[in-house]
């Protein structure tokens, strides 16, 4: 019998997964709360993707951004 389904994506054989656990406070957290429960199940990687890539910003070669900027910038983007 023949394949069933999709065919894979020649993309698939170099996909990185990186799997985060993230503890959310209420209270502390409640506008990240709001932003993951109002996320589409299905869209919320491409809504993280979307908010780390407007925290990092142009970097210099092996200079990181500061945490402080990272976290302003998510904020500004759940705001």
Known sequence: MGQRGRPPSPRAATVRWVHIKLGLYPGQDDDLIAFFAAAPHRLRAAMVKR???????????????????????LDTFVA
């Open 51 to 73: 908010a780390l890539r407007s925290g990092m910003g142009a970097t210099d070669e092996g200079h990181q951004p500061d945490e402080d900027a990272v976290l302003d910038a």
